[in-house]
């Protein structure tokens, strides 16, 4: 199976980072004539074997950089003869200068790529490049999209030019569902990313097994987890909630189809007997909460949610709010939406041990669901099933990062998470 020998070269190439490594020493390593392995190395990884070593020898240096090493020693180890090759390096391949993007994200240490593990989507910025001239773009700048506070950098979108984004995914459903809910939303006059036709009207494109779509990028800036802990938390952590009221009254409008979910039976039949091989859950909780979700969960409302409001995904100006990234939205119960808000808060911010903090995390919590509360309007039951709704999502999120090495070290935190949510449940109640 050709995966098997792509990620023996990608393990190779990781612990070599810092040696010379070539595409010959590489496609005899996989079994394949050079310009097979070529071919077949681009196809599971997204971009070209050198310009993959390349990405990987420039991020591994910003990363020693950022962690204080000298950046001509940095520079020198990973391959380069000059820091001045490496700065045009970086910026050539990131859209940053390396001050720029140490200055503005937290730069986090490489995780190994698995392709057994995750898809990955790698696309050039030479690739994106040829597509722009479809928008007639061709000289807007691109840059990598990279979440601040948490240093990931996206592998789904870049920005082109100071207004706009492209995305590529490989399902066109999720494209279809993006736009055409982003076109609803702004049709109920709520700020949206919406799809900007190519100049022939295409609100998409198909290149090889991508779908790329151009949109504009909602103005402001994106809600920063460890900001809402700051003055008048309660104020923001409420209008947080206010916000996403908002957004799934708008939501609860539209008729677009999305996939339905089950959040009781995926923590139920899959988060929690995965779980049970990972960290102690007491058999006797374990009972007394499925039994709890079980009596509740078909008493709660359901309808179109958002699905992921981290954060990053909520932008905030002076006068406007909006939401982006509507990709994962689903039909599920609606108060899926605020616990998950304010559960991602506590991921990005987790401090274990921290009892001040995460005592101030369960009233930003409460004030996410009163803010909710006075524009939805909540039933009794979804006020009585939030604890148990934060929980099976937390259980889902766990279950999901448990197996993936690109999300190792969200899944430490979540697993401790998991553990003081279950202590905690009844603290969290509103």
């Not at 140490?102 to 690739?127: A, C, D, G, T």
């Not at 295409?202 to 949109?215: D, Q, R």
């Not at 709704?389 to 990062?401: E, G, K, M, R, Y």
Request: glycine residues 6%.
């Amino acid at each position: 199976m050709y995966k098997d020998s792509i990620q023996k070269t990608l393990d190779y190439i990781e612990e070599n980072l810092k040696a010379q490594v070539t595409a010959a020493e590489l496609s005899d390593m996989a079994g394949y004539s050079l310009f097979h392995f070529y071919r077949v190395f681009q196809s599971a990884v997204g971009m070209p074997v050198m310009q993959y070593i390349l990405r990987r020898r420039l991020l591994g240096a910003i990363y020693e950089i950022g962690s204080g090493a000298k950046k001509t020693d940095a520079s020198f180890a990973y391959g380069f003869d000059t820091y001045a090759g490496f700065y045009k390096s970086f910026v050539r391949e990131l859209g940053y200068t390396p001050a720029e993007y140490l200055r503005k994200f937290k730069v986090k240490k490489p995780y190994k790529i698995n392709i057994f593990q995750e898809e990955h989507i790698m696309v050039s910025h030479k690739k994106i490049a040829e597509l722009l001239p479809l928008w007639g773009l061709q000289d807007e700048k691109i840059s990598d999209v990279v979440y601040g506070e948490r240093g990931e950098i996206s592998d789904c979108a870049k920005y082109v030019g100071e207004d706009h984004i492209i995305k590529y995914t490989n399902n066109l459903g999720n494209v279809k569902k993006a736009i055409e809910i982003s076109k609803a939303l702004d049709s109920v006059g709520l700020e949206a990313a919406l799809a900007i036709p190519t100049l022939d009207g295409k609100e998409y494109v198909e290149n090889g097994e991508l779908y790329f779509y151009l949109t504009k990028k909602v103005k402001g800036e994106s809600v920063h987890a460890s900001k809402v802990y700051l003055d008048e938390y309660e104020d923001k952590a409420r209008f947080i909630g206010e916000i996403i009221g908002q957004l799934d009254l708008a939501l609860a409008k539209i008729d677009v189809v999305v996939d339905e979910a089950d959040t009781l039976a995926a923590a139920r039949d899959y988060a929690l007997p995965k779980l049970k091989e990972i960290l102690p859950i007491d058999e006797d909780f374990a009972d007394k909460y499925l039994k709890k979700v079980e009596e509740l969960y078909p008493k709660l409302p359901r309808q179109i949610i958002h699905r992921d409001p981290n954060p990053g995904n909520i932008i905030v100006s002076s006068d406007k709010w909006g939401f982006i990234d509507f990709d994962l939205s689903e039909r599920n119960v609606r108060i899926y939406d605020p616990c998950y808000a304010a559960t991602a808060i506590l991921s990005e911010s987790f401090e274990d041990g921290n009892e001040e903090k995460l005592t101030k995390w369960i009233s930003i919590m409460k004030e996410i669901l009163y803010g909710y509360d006075t524009v939805v309007h909540l039933s009794d039951e979804e006020k009585e099933a939030v604890p148990y709704i934060i929980l099976s999502n937390q259980f889902i999120s766990t279950a999901w990062f448990a197996d993936k090495e690109k999300y190792k070290d969200i899944f430490d935190v979540n697993v401790k998470m998991t553990k003081w949510i279950i202590k905690n449940i009844n603290k969290i109640s509103i």
